[in-house]
């Protein structure tokens, strides 16, 4: 994926040559792949305008046509579609009015697809399947047993649809999938448990349900898998504590890990060589774009850099930080301060998701606003991951309430610390971020000098009533149940209801196309806050949640900056 084209595409990277083909050339761009195991094809979600509903598409890999591989389907929505390494099988989970849905599609040797098969259902959110080799077995992540996100693993018969074993982890805790071993007949799956309290790798026998836990000695924060050695025998590891990363090689024979010596940043992506002596990663830090780099599997030095990004303009790096809320907790975030003595203007971050976490990723947003004379503080709030189970669970059955918490918190400290000027601290965020940023607003008005919105909620109650049924799925998780079940704390959890105490100045961006926040509410919300005389600015996009490209990310930063600069010139 690139968005060399102005918009993000699918493109054939031809290893030889190191050159890249565009295989896609979709109005509102295609973000997501997944390319078949023997290379022949790329599949993707081919939606409408953006909206993440439709049918699931693939293409030749030296460039075609578009094939729809579910075309007896009404469209549906998806988080993704897998293979086994066989290339025998598809897997996917698909979302509609009636649930979520596991079906597999049977690859031939010419591979023509067969007809579309349901192994699973549930009302309840689904992931997966993961797929062994020959796809023989499926293992699906299911909340079907809890309220909230304590997720199991169940291994399927791909045939029948047959329960084969289940991986349940006590006292509240979850599971997550990461895959099987690449050997062929061999059962053993790669999950991450959090019943420690932090993230866990464990091998699972898939027949047998044996659960055997990594030997990790001394390992701090979460330890995550981001690939199988070709041979098994390996696991490549990502020790995460507090938003910095570390990679490690663990044998499985030996119970070894060996801690590599790379470049700070983040690293994603990761995966062994064909022949295991260089581990391939995708890497960047706040100043340099993401590119693949190859590392050397004993030590973890930069060996060559494999595909280079662009070039782009120097930059402000960021700063690792601390600080703590008055309850007690330690939140953790990435500083940038631009040029001259503070204090600043400043620009408070918050991510989306929320179970993500701002990591040292190269955004080119928070450039600008260093550029531009702001500083810039992005938080990990609760709710984030990567800082433990209880962390990130804090967060459920009671959304915005603890992260606004912690932005305020962070506000005082960027205050006390002399970096921030009190009168002159801005709100920004996307997706469950813009959320954030509206609901801080409301709860807390004194605080800020304003806040800009992306692509946000609103009011959870009408916003379940537009949303795709994958997302609608995610909200009962996130709240324990529907808004006709806890209606009280759907409104207690949206910005909407606290819309007459709103002082500071608001800006919303939001796509007209969007299934993740509708447009509906925030229609309703820029109503309801003119009625009552505030300071609102609503610009629309006729995209979905991930926007249009390039050229209107650039709009929306100009956007945003005409905006901030309105609230700082006094």
């Known amino acids: 994926m690139s968005t060399r084209s102005g918009h993000y595409q699918l493109y054939a990277w031809e290893l030889p040559t190191n050159a890249l083909r565009q ?46 591989i579910t075309p ?54 689904m992931f997966g399947p993961s797929l062994s080799h ?51 007949g061999d059962c053993r799956f790669l999950a991450i448990s959090n019943r420690s309290g932090f993230s866990r790798p464990v091998i ?59 470049p700070s940043g983040h690293y994603s992506l990761g995966a062994f060589s064909a022949a295991g002596d260089e581990i391939l990663v995708l890497w960047q830090d706040s100043v340099h774009p993401p590119q693949f780099i190859a590392l050397d599997s004993r030590t973890g030095a930069q060996k060559r850099t494999v595909l280079p990004a662009g070039e782009v303009p120097a930059g ?24 001259g003595d503070g204090p600043f203007p400043t620009i408070l971050h918050t991510h989306g998701g929320p179970e993500t976490a701002t990591v040292e990723y190269f955004l080119p947003y928070s450039q600008a606003w260093l550029d531009h004379g702001f500083a810039w503080l992005a938080i990990n ?4 991951t990567g800082f433990g189970r209880t962390f990130r669970e804090k967060i459920w059955g009671n959304p915005g309430y603890w992260e606004v918490e912690d932005m305020v918190a962070a506000r005082n400290w960027l205050v006390k610390e002399g970096i921030a000027l009190p009168d002159k601290v801005l709100l920004t965020g996307w ?44 909200s009962v998780a996130l709240f324990g149940g529907t808004p006709q079940e806890k209606p009280e704390q759907y409104a207690r959890s949206s910005p909407v209801t606290y819309a007459e105490n709103v002082t500071a100045p608001v800006l919303i961006i939001q796509g007209r196309n969007d299934t993740r926040t509708p447009a509906r509410p925030v229609e309703a919300y820029e109503s309801k806050l003119r009625a009552l005389g505030k300071d609102i600015e609503v610009h629309w996009f006729e995209e979905g949640h991930l926007g249009g490209g390039v050229e209107q ?10 905006f901030a600069y309105r609230m700082v010139s006094g």
């Open 23 to 68: 295989l896609t050339f979709r109005t509102e761009g295609v973000p997501f792949g997944t390319i078949s195991p023997d290379g022949r094809y790329v599949y993707y979600l081919e939606d409408r305008g953006g909206n993440e509903i439709g049918h699931f598409a693939r293409i030749p890999f030296e460039g075609g046509q578009p094939q729809d």
């Open 553 to 562: 990310d650039i709009e929306q930063m100009e956007i945003m900056l005409r």
């Open 72 to 125: 007896e389907r009404s469209p549906y929505s998806a988080f993704g579609i897998a293979a086994s390494r066989a290339g025998n099988l598809l897997g996917t989970t698909i979302s509609d009015g009636a649930g979520f849905h596991t079906v597999v599609l049977p690859v031939d040797a010419t591979s023509a697809i067969g007809a579309l098969k349901e192994i699973h259902h549930s009302r309840k959110i």
């Open 431 to 474: 997706s469950y971020g813009g959320y954030l940023t509206l609901l801080a607003l409301g709860k807390y008005p004194g605080l800020w000098a304003g806040g800009m919105a992306g692509t946000a909620t609103v009011d959870w109650a009408m916003e379940y009533e537009d949303l795709s049924p994958a997302l609608r799925g995610y």
């Open 316 to 339: 402000h790096p960021w700063k690792h930080v601390t600080f703590t809320t008055p309850d007690g907790e330690t939140i953790q975030g990435w500083l940038g301060l631009p040029d």
């Open 204 to 262: 699972w026998d898939a027949v047998s349900g044996q659960k055997t836990e990594l030997v990790l000695p001394q390992s701090t924060g979460d330890v995550t898998p981001l690939d199988w050695s070709i041979d098994g025998r390996q696991i490549l590891l990502s020790q995460s504590h507090q938003a910095s990363q570390r990679l490690a090689v663990y044998d499985l024979a030996t119970a070894e890990l060996t801690h590599l010596d790379h």
């Open 381 to 384: 709030y609760r709710g984030s």
């Open 134 to 184: 020959g796809g023989e077995i499926g293992v699906i992540t299911s909340s079907e047993h809890t309220r909230f996100q304590h997720y199991k693993l169940i291994a399927l018969d791909t045939k029948t649809g047959r329960r084969i074993a289940e991986l349940l982890e006590k006292e509240e805790a979850g599971v997550w999938p990461f895959g099987f071993s690449p050997l062929p």
